[in-house]
């Protein structure tokens, strides 16, 4: 193997590296991805209420309906709240430019903040269920390749949005404010504040064609042990290229 094939790759895993040694020390991206959603479904496990089965949710209780729901927050919080203004930092800083003109391209830094991010995101995913079955008694996925499916879709798509609010954002403020916009419907079409199998069905067919609607029936599905309706990850598919096409095709590093 040539000596120019070797040196991307060895100039992309030092972009990693350094990029991941960047991440460890800022807290607050690791508390909004792996302790928020935990410290959610902690909040709402303690009400006694959610513990019990719930006849509009199937005869399943509150607490099963949202674990798939703190898993989505975890997404949410890496991809749309913490990723994005760690971009168009950069962006503003003009390291983003100065890359440009280095045999490391600028890619380097994106895909290496998405490997990061997607990372953290599986590790809060691994996280919330864990604490839902030690602490509340949540079964795990019974239909595991439905629901890794249907994880995978959800990943891609959270970050995908997250690259599209970085790629147009002039400065950090922008993309935190854009990121703040979309948060609360996000979570909304998540399942915060009322899980989507329990929203009235005019309501819950607009939100299962939003990403994040669509990724919490699809898990909720495949959490019951059926595989998910291919409605609800075609949706997932559809966003996914979408939101990447988007955010490649309008994507500036300057």
């Known amino acids: ?56 949710l199937g005869g399943i209780r509150l607490i099963d309906a949202y674990v798939p729901v703190t898993v989505l927050l975890a997404m949410i919080a890496g991809g749309i709240q913490s990723m994005p203004p760690i971009i168009t930092g950069y962006r503003e800083r003009g390291v983003l430019r100065r890359m440009s003109t280095t045999p490391v391209r600028p890619s380097a830094l994106l895909s290496a903040q998405m490997a990061i991010h997607g990372g953290a995101i599986l590790l809060g995913v691994a996280l919330c269920l864990a604490v839902g079955r030690l602490a509340f008694d949540v079964a795990l996925p019974r ?27 002039r400065t950090t403020k922008i993309s935190s404010a854009i990121g703040s916009v979309v948060f609360f419907p996000a979570m909304f079409c998540a399942g915060v504040w009322l899980p989507v199998q329990a929203m009235p069905d005019t309501l819950a067919r ?44 309008w994507f500036r590093w300057e």
């Open 1 to 56: 193997m040539s000596t120019a094939a070797i040196a991307p790759r060895s100039a992309h895993r030092a972009v990693l590296r350094a990029e991941f040694t960047l991440f460890r020390r800022e807290a607050g991206s690791l508390i909004g991805i792996l302790l928020f959603p935990v410290g959610l479904l902690v909040i709402l496990g303690a009400i006694p209420s959610f513990r019990e089965a719930d006849s509009g």
């Open 143 to 169: 239909q595991i390749a439905g629901y890794l499916l249907a994880l995978l879709l959800s990943v891609v798509c959270a970050l995908a949005l997250g690259a599209l609010i970085a790629s147009r954002a």
């Open 206 to 249: 607009i939100v299962e064609l939003t990403p994040f609607g669509a990724a919490a029936q699809a898990m909720n599905q495949a959490m019951a042990g059926d595989w998910p309706a291919w409605s609800h990850l075609g949706v997932l598919a559809v966003w996914a290229v979408l939101l990447t096409g988007a955010a490649t095709r």
